[in-house]
């Protein structure tokens, strides 16, 4: 049973008893997520790959690859400012420091000494030609353990730093010598080295002769180890296709493979305090787990860093993340919460793009051009187990829009289709009407259908017999059109040369454009919450336009996303950039949009990422689209500034929220919306009722 925005207002009226009750023992959501469980304290942006780092005090020294070495001041976390460099001769990948002096592991420029002892102006002091590349160094006392590809371990005197000395040297070559050495990880603990090479594995090597190392024992580790830390009798190892392996090493002559986490991304570095492993895990940013049981190590929490998580330090309980290109990052790891996916439907071919509908979610299988590929109907009433209801034929699916159990659907070859999905187990062709190749997008008002088409611009149908579709008009872009959202009499297309384009429709035989915006790079989808528009600018990110004036439409602010935003989706404050990856974006201040997290999706079969092509939300649950990796369902309410029920965006749920609610509730703005089908009814307020009940975290 419906109710309208006017009715419904007497219903909100008398249960705002109820709300007030829930408002008085607010509750914070925080559930686990996949999104910034830990809270970032700063970040530095380096120019180059930030590769490794070590932490002294306040200082952070970092080795970034074709800059050198960096020297960060951290006093103030916040704001992390560098204080001095070094640029290297080849590429800066490990580091060790100690005292005044850092040693850096440079690829091809061997062993660089730098005297830090001046950190606005390093020295360099001496360097050992190590012929081939340096990976990473251990300092010990006078002696240096040089780690790097074809030659193994080196062994160099630097009590003279001037004029460092080869002492001895071990190849860490597999037995059979068909690969030569690729040693990329140490720690040195009681005159044994403990080695990691790309090919032969775990090495261990007796040191205590500086001049004749001898071989210990090893472990063949077919997962290609990246990097290495010790605890005790027990060691740790990233790796890049087998997570992290635990080993037993009290026996150094017969390692002991004792437990494994299986991270579906390369570990590049590990550190470990007590019973809690530190992963930085590529794309999947800090991986925080629980080692107390090294048979049985658990996720505890996560840190979506913005770019590829590559060295990690610890200092108590901050961690300091290289993450590639995307610089330093520091994170307070005091209270590591789960994250986790509440479910996933693997679709049989590549989901495209993703609609929800009540519980239900529409998703665009696309199998191959012969055939296969379809719209899957899927239950997603309990998020834990969706299942498949029905499926909806499309030779090459794109876009569906649900209203009142008749779906919309486009085919990017044969345009738009419509369906009676009121039992979804067995939907019922009612019409279509056959375009030109090329429609992407299709939005419903009223009994009207817009859709973009690439090369036609906007099409417009009469779908009130929704047996008997209409043509009734168009507007020509000129340009590629790829996504439409149409709000009252106003269409808002995003033109891929023009970016967005604001058309009045009123009269949809004859539409008028009233205003552009020509967005910096290709526009792809556009959403539009009361006077602001949100385009998804493919290389240039999310940006983010005022149409208030739609003749004269502004920047308000933009954020540039690591991969080609192409799809976004706006719940609450909240902005969902599909990018590759889905990043989500905290949009409460649109002149200064920030990053809180990002969800990434895994193909199970390659176990590795798989590229997101479409993302839907509804409250702080997200459903997305993986193109190899299927649907999945990912709540992201512990993300910061889950707080659906705070209309007016001030942090706190009171009178004027409510009010906020009732003023968009009879104005049916989207904002009170919460239940996102277009109708304004006694479901919303529900739903309002809970988010304000809910509280703020």
């Given amino acids: 049973m419906n109710f309208s925005a006017a009715s419904s207002k007497f219903v909100l009226a008398g249960s705002l008893a109820f709300g007030t009750l829930l408002l008085a023992s607010p509750q914070a959501i925080a559930d686990g997520v996949v999104c910034q469980t830990h809270n970032v304290i700063g970040s530095y942006e380096t120019s180059d790959a930030a590769r490794a780092t070590v932490v002294v005090g306040t200082t952070v020294y970092v080795a970034s690859d074709s800059s050198g070495l960096l020297i960060i001041d951290m006093s103030d976390p916040e704001v992390p400012s560098l204080v001095g460099s070094y640029d290297t001769p080849g590429n800066a990948l490990g580091l060790d420091v100690v005292g005044a002096t850092a040693y850096v592991a440079d690829g091809d420029g061997g062993l660089q000494i730098i005297d830090v002892s001046n950190s606005a102006a390093p020295e360099l002091i001496g360097w050992f030609d190590t012929t081939q590349g340096a990976a990473d160094v251990h300092v010990d006392g006078t002696t240096a353990f040089l780690v790097g590809a074809d030659y193994g371990l080196m062994i160099i005197d630097i009590s003279e730093p001037a004029s460092p000395t080869l002492l001895g040297s071990h190849d860490t070559a597999d037995e059979t010598g068909d690969r030569p050495s690729t040693a990329n990880g140490i720690v040195v603990v009681d005159a044994t080295a403990y080695i990691t090479d790309y090919y032969s594995g775990l090495q261990i090597i007796d040191v205590s002769d500086l001049t004749a190392p001898e071989f210990r024992g090893s472990y063949d ?135 929800v509908d009540g519980t239900t979610a529409y998703v665009a299988n696309y199998f191959n051009s012969t055939g296969g590929s379809n719209f899957q109907i899927v239950d997603i009433s309990d998020p834990t187990a969706p299942s498949l209801l029905g499926t909806m034929p499309s030779l090459n699916p794109i876009d569906v829009q649900v209203v009142d159990s008749i779906a919309y659907k486009i085919d990017y070859s044969s345009g738009l289709q419509t369906y009676d999905v009121s039992n979804p187990a067995s939907p019922t062709y009612l019409g279509g009407y056959e375009t030109p190749p090329g429609t992407r997008c299709v939005s419903v008002v009223g009994n009207t259908a817009y859709v973009a088409s690439e090369d036609s611009g906007l099409l417009f149908f009469d779908v009130g017999d929704p047996t008997s579709l209409v043509y009734i008009g168009r507007y020509d872009t000129t340009e590629t059109t790829m996504g439409v959202t149409v709000v009252g009499n106003t269409a808002y297309a995003a033109v891929s040369e023009s970016g967005l384009l604001i058309i009045d429709v009123t009269h949809p035989s004859s539409p008028v454009l009233l205003g552009s915006y020509d967005t910096p790079g290709s526009a792809y989808s556009v959403t539009v919450v009361g006077t602001t528009a949100y385009v998804a600018d493919y290389f240039s990110g999310l940006q983010i336009i005022d149409v208030s004036d739609p003749t004269v439409p502004t920047l308000l602010g933009s954020y540039d996303t690591p991969g080609a935003a192409s799809s976004v989706c706006i719940e609450g404050s909240w902005a969902y950039v599909a990018d590759g990856k889905v990043q989500i974006i905290d949009v409460r201040d649109p002149t200064a949009p920030a990053f809180l997290g990002k969800i990434e999706v895994v193909d199970g079969v390659s176990n590795s990422s798989s590229y997101v092509f479409d993302v839907d939300a509804v409250g702080s649950t997200a459903y997305v689209s993986g193109r190899f990796a299927g649907f999945h369902i990912v709540d992201a309410s512990d993300c910061p500034g889950a707080c659906t029920g705070d209309l007016t965006d001030d942090g706190i749920l009171d009178f004027f929220d409510v009010s906020a609610f009732l003023d968009g509730f009879g104005k049916q703005d989207p904002i009170a919306d919460f239940t996102d089908d277009g109708v304004f009814d006694f479901f919303d307020v529900s739903a309002f009722l809970d988010a304000f009940g809910a509280g703020c975290p």
């Fill in 221 to 355: 580790i077919s997962g290609f180890p990246r990097c290495i830390a010790i605890s005790g009798s027990t060691v740790y190892i990233g790796t890049h296709n087998s997570g992290l392996m635990i080993f037993d090493v009290i026996d150094q002559s017969s390692p002991v493979h004792i437990g494994s986490y299986d991270v579906p991304v390369a570990v590049f570095g590990v550190s470990v305090t007590g019973a809690t492993a530190y992963l930085a895990a590529d794309r999947l940013g800090l991986q925080v787990v629980d080692v107390s049981d090294s048979a049985a190590p658990t996720l505890i929490g996560t840190n979506n860093t913005p770019g590829i998580a590559f060295h990690i330090s610890l200092v108590d309980e901050t961690a300091y993340v290289s993450d590639f290109a995307s610089g330093l990052h520091v994170i307070d790891v005091s209270d590591p919460p789960a994250s986790e996916y509440l479910g996933s439907y693997d679709t049989p071919g590549q989901a495209q793009a993703v609609t």
